[in-house]
């Protein structure tokens, strides 16, 4: 009886030991967690970089009137931590206006691509062809077949029978 107690004893201590050292590690964490949600949305860390960048983003944010009547800056909704740079810059696009009209946002906007290679077609060409015409069937445009033609030394227009 005596010897059971003991075990029940030991065990206790046991589990108190193991509650004690996962509360450590908790409040570890916890301190640690405050820190990381403090971040703030600045690229800089020095406060007067970040006093001017608040206020570049407030020109850029709030005016645009161009002599029409300028919107008043709305506060922006939402947490500013969980905003993305593009999502600021479809905010921006939005307040921008302008001559283009409504603007896409980025994630709609076609990026560069290299020109492709150059690809040999064996074209088939019958008793008389259009300059334009053989530039279709070469898949290039009219001008490079002119320009071709007159390194060859034989003068082209577009509408010319060849």
Do not use: C
Not at 67 to 90: F, I, L, V, Y
Not at 112 to 118: E, I, N, S
């Amino acid at each position: 009886e005596e010897e059971a107690r003991r075990k029940l004893e030991e065990e206790a201590r046991r589990v108190a030991e193991e509650a004690r050292r996962m509360a450590e590690e908790n409040k570890w964490t916890d301190n640690a967690e405050p820190t990381e949600d403090s971040s703030d949305y600045h690229v800089t860390t020095s406060q007067h970089a970040r006093q001017a960048e608040d206020e570049s983003d407030r020109e850029v944010e709030g005016g645009r009137g161009r002599g029409r009547n300028a919107k008043a800056a709305r506060p922006k909704k939402g947490n500013k931590h969980a905003e993305s740079k593009a999502d600021r810059e479809e905010a921006r696009a939005a307040v921008r206006g302008g001559k283009g009209g409504k603007r896409k946002g980025s994630s709609l906007q076609q990026g560069f691509q290299k020109p492709a290679q150059a690809v040999n077609r064996d074209v088939v060409i019958g008793e008389t062809i259009t300059v334009g015409e053989l530039a279709n069937k070469m898949a290039v445009k009219g001008s490079q077949v002119i320009k071709a033609m007159m390194k060859l030394g034989a003068m082209a227009t577009i509408n010319q029978v060849i």
